[in-house]
């Protein structure tokens, strides 16, 4: 019996060193994280873009007038490494994408940009809104707010709705474990209050159903306090900066007030920003810490009653939140609420403005209560000219398209298509060489012309059958003229005469009046014609007599060379 054979082992498995290399590129790959930054011209977007990578601002271009201006794209980006607070290790890679307006040409590019099922975990968004036009403020909201939500909703994919979901409980969990900074050591307190987690306040996070974290930020803070008038060329908020007073403070803290109001709805922070570096320093430490916002407690591990050891966040933020000074604004997401808001200012209705925003986002046939922004319009009226509107997004007309077009206006103008010129050669300057037009030396005109050179000598009876008339007419187009020049050429007289060229004409341009010896008018394609076929005509001869036997009777070859003689 024979043994059996053991079997092949296995092949090693192919691009071993290709998996090995994936395996550690991926273990030590950084994450990057988006910030997305929304809002209307001259708002102040570059600076914060600057601060949040810490770069020193972008170069701007100084102005006739003095003033600086810088350029907007359509989609402006730039990137910064994150590092720890040793300074050692890339903790990720941050970049900001920077949107210059509103209008759909551009907020339309973004989703190729950053598409939500990647990125909705990874992005953070920055709502811009500028203090030297807050009449715009509600209006501008509701316009970037209303594009974050239809963003985030992606394809609307069962993938997409699970990502946001998460998205959403991770949010929600930030928002409900918020605690205040504070610097004395937190009391030993009870295990199961500490695990017990309290429902959200009423108005808070009732919009945002993707959970994407938002911060809005209100630039150039220093000018509400400003007393003179604006530099010329900026928008001023008339008697709100022109100085203090009761209906000043009443008007400002209105505003605050409604804006805590929006961005409670949306679980959304608010700051104020100032052009000095401390204050955007703060906003960029807020910026980081919603980024490494770790994720929500798994709801499994919480329904077992276990108990979860929270995620350390990498960067903590330890400001306190600040509702007093007008220039340094911090409310941070998780901390706001009715009660708090109304403190501010007595008299203020947050229910009242809540259904108010309501009713601007779902409106409804034959309501007759105002919505938020015509009564934000009533509290804080237009006073100032809007800034220009961008110039239209550049979308060019495709290739083909473009030649078509042209191509059918080309042909049906013929005055405008460069070959028109050659298919009318009659047109045609005398004095121009090039190609000439087909109709010019077509078959019926070639006939003709040799008919006519043919019967030109014997006459137009002349019988073409008979020998004789033949060489009748072949020493018709050989007849020489007193200088001993073919007919055909004496046909052009003395216009093409080397010694006789006029300074403005070329030696091989014809003269426009020259005609046949004839006098029958022929044109000058004609004439040349009739002289280069008069030439082939003299050269297919001269090698007929060189090449036929001599004739007996004495006529041939003597005939010739009598005619030579003379």
Same mark, same amino acid.
């Given at each position: 019996?024979?043994?059996?054979?053991?079997?092949?082992?296995?092949?090693?498995?192919?691009?071993?060193?290709?998996?090995i290399?994936?395996?550690?590129?991926? =273990?030590?790959?950084?994450?990057?994280?988006?910030?997305?930054?929304?809002?209307?011209?001259?708002?102040?977007?570059?600076?914060?873009?600057?601060?949040?990578?810490?770069?020193?601002?972008?170069?701007?271009h100084?102005?006739?007038?003095?003033?600086?201006?810088?350029? $907007?794209?359509?989609?402006?980006?730039?990137?910064?490494?994150?590092?720890?607070?040793a300074d050692?290790? %890339?903790?990720a890679?941050?970049?900001?994408?920077?949107?210059?307006?509103?209008?759909?040409?551009?907020? =339309?590019?973004?989703?190729?940009?950053? *598409?939500? /099922?990647?990125s909705?975990?990874?992005?953070?968004?920055?709502?811009?809104?500028?203090?030297?036009?807050?009449? &715009?403020?509600?209006?501008?909201?509701?316009?970037?707010? !209303?594009?974050?939500? @239809?963003w985030?909703?992606?394809?609307?994919?069962?993938?997409?709705?699970?990502?946001?979901?998460e998205?959403r409980?991770?949010?929600?969990?930030?928002?409900?474990?918020?605690?205040?900074?504070?610097? $004395?050591?937190?009391?030993?307190?009870?295990? @199961?209050?500490?695990?017990?987690?309290?429902?959200?306040?009423?108005?808070?996070?009732?919009?945002?159903?993707? +959970?994407? #974290?938002?911060?809005?930020?209100?630039?150039?803070a220093?000018?509400?306090?400003?007393?003179?008038?604006?530099?010329?060329?900026?928008?001023?908020?008339?008697?709100?900066?022109?100085?203090?007073?009761g209906?000043?403070?009443e008007?400002?803290?209105?505003?605050?007030?409604?804006?805590?109001?929006?961005?409670?709805?949306?679980?959304?922070?608010?700051?104020?920003?100032?052009?000095?570096?401390?204050?955007?320093q703060?906003?960029?430490?807020?910026?980081?810490?919603?980024?490494?916002?770790?994720?929500?407690?798994?709801?499994?591990?919480?329904?077992?009653?276990? %108990?979860?050891?929270?995620?350390?966040?990498?960067?903590?933020?330890?400001?306190?939140?600040?509702?007093?000074?007008?220039?340094?604004?911090?409310?941070?997401a998780?901390?706001? =609420?009715?009660?708090?808001?109304?403190?501010?200012?007595?008299?203020?209705?947050?229910?009242?403005? +809540?259904?108010?925003?309501?009713?601007?986002?779902?409106?409804?046939?034959?309501?007759?209560?105002?919505?938020?922004?015509?009564?934000?319009a009533?509290?804080?009226?237009?006073?100032?000219?809007? #800034?220009?509107?961008?110039?239209?997004?550049?979308?060019?007309?495709?290739?083909?398209?473009?030649?078509?077009?042209?191509?059918?206006?080309?042909?049906?103008?013929?005055?405008?298509?460069?070959?028109?010129?050659?298919?009318?050669?009659?047109?045609?300057?005398?004095?121009?060489?090039?190609?000439?037009?087909s109709?010019s030396?077509?078959?019926?005109?070639?006939?003709?012309?040799?008919?006519?050179?043919?019967?030109g000598?014997?006459?137009?009876?002349?019988?073409?059958?008979?020998?004789?008339?033949? /060489?009748?007419a072949?020493?018709?187009?050989?007849?020489?003229?007193?200088?001993?020049?073919?007919?055909?050429?004496?046909?052009?007289?003395?216009?093409?005469?080397? %010694?006789?060229?006029?300074?403005?004409?070329?030696?091989?341009?014809?003269?426009?009046?020259? &005609?046949?010896? +004839?006098? !029958?008018?022929?044109?000058?394609?004609?004439?040349?014609?009739?002289?280069?076929?008069?030439?082939?005509?003299?050269?297919?001869?001269?090698?007929?007599?060189?090449?036929? *036997?001599?004739? &007996?009777?004495? &006529?041939?070859?003597?005939?010739?060379?009598?005619?030579?003689?003379?």
């Amino acid at each position: 019996m024979q043994e059996s054979r053991p079997s092949t082992p296995e092949a090693p498995p192919q691009d071993l060193w290709s998996s090995i290399l994936d395996s550690v590129s991926s =273990s030590r790959s950084i994450p990057s994280k988006q910030v997305l930054l929304l809002g209307q011209p001259s708002s102040g977007k570059s600076a914060l873009a600057s601060a949040l990578l810490q770069k020193p601002p972008a170069e701007q271009h100084p102005q006739a007038d003095g003033q600086s201006q810088s350029t $907007d794209f359509a989609i402006g980006y730039d990137f910064a490494d994150v590092r720890d607070e040793a300074d050692e290790d %890339t903790l990720a890679r941050l970049s900001v994408y920077t949107v210059p307006s509103s209008a759909a040409a551009y907020t =339309s590019l973004l989703p190729h940009f950053l *598409p939500p /099922r990647t990125s909705l975990l990874h992005t953070i968004v920055v709502i811009v809104l500028d203090w030297t036009r807050p009449w &715009t403020f509600v209006e501008e909201l509701e316009t970037w707010l !209303t594009w974050i939500e @239809t963003w985030s909703k992606g394809d609307g994919s069962r993938e997409m709705e699970i990502i946001r979901e998460e998205s959403r409980e991770r949010l929600q969990s930030h928002l409900q474990h918020y605690t205040e900074p504070s610097s $004395d050591p937190l009391p030993a307190s009870n295990t @199961t209050l500490s695990n017990t987690l309290l429902p959200l306040g009423p108005g808070t996070f009732t919009h945002n159903s993707a +959970g994407v #974290p938002i911060i809005v930020a209100c630039t150039k803070a220093d000018l509400i306090d400003e007393g003179n008038d604006m530099a010329p060329g900026a928008t001023a908020m008339g008697s709100m900066v022109k100085g203090k007073g009761g209906e000043w403070e009443e008007r400002t803290d209105g505003i605050m007030q409604i804006l805590r109001t929006i961005c409670l709805k949306y679980g959304a922070a608010l700051f104020y920003t100032t052009p000095l570096p401390a204050n955007l320093q703060v906003l960029r430490q807020y910026a980081l810490h919603l980024l490494f916002m770790p994720p929500a407690p798994s709801p499994a591990m919480a329904a077992a009653g276990e %108990t979860q050891a929270p995620v350390r966040n990498l960067f903590p933020f330890t400001q306190k939140p600040n509702t007093l000074d007008r220039d340094r604004i911090v409310v941070p997401a998780g901390w706001d =609420s009715w009660g708090k808001i109304s403190v501010l200012r007595d008299g203020f209705d947050a229910k009242m403005w +809540g259904e108010a925003w309501e009713r601007d986002l779902n409106p409804e046939e034959g309501q007759t209560e105002a919505g938020a922004k015509k009564a934000y319009a009533n509290l804080v009226p237009d006073q100032g000219p809007k #800034p220009p509107p961008l110039p239209p997004f550049n979308n060019p007309m495709p290739e083909q398209a473009f030649l078509a077009k042209n191509y059918d206006e080309n042909a049906k103008k013929t005055d405008r298509d460069p070959r028109g010129a050659f298919r009318n050669p009659q047109d045609v300057s005398a004095g121009i060489v090039g190609p000439l037009g087909s109709s010019s030396f077509s078959l019926p005109n070639v006939e003709r012309a040799l008919s006519e050179m043919e019967t030109g000598a014997g006459g137009a009876a002349a019988n073409l059958g008979d020998p004789a008339a033949r /060489r009748l007419a072949a020493g018709g187009r050989v007849a020489t003229s007193g200088a001993g020049r073919p007919a055909g050429l004496s046909a052009l007289g003395t216009a093409t005469s080397p %010694t006789n060229l006029t300074p403005g004409r070329s030696p091989v341009s014809p003269n426009p009046s020259a &005609t046949s010896p +004839g006098g !029958t008018g022929q044109s000058q394609h004609e004439v040349l014609q009739n002289f280069f076929q008069s030439l082939l005509s003299t050269k297919d001869r001269a090698g007929a007599s060189r090449t036929s *036997p001599v004739k &007996t009777n004495g &006529t041939g070859a003597g005939a010739e060379e009598g005619g030579s003689s003379s």
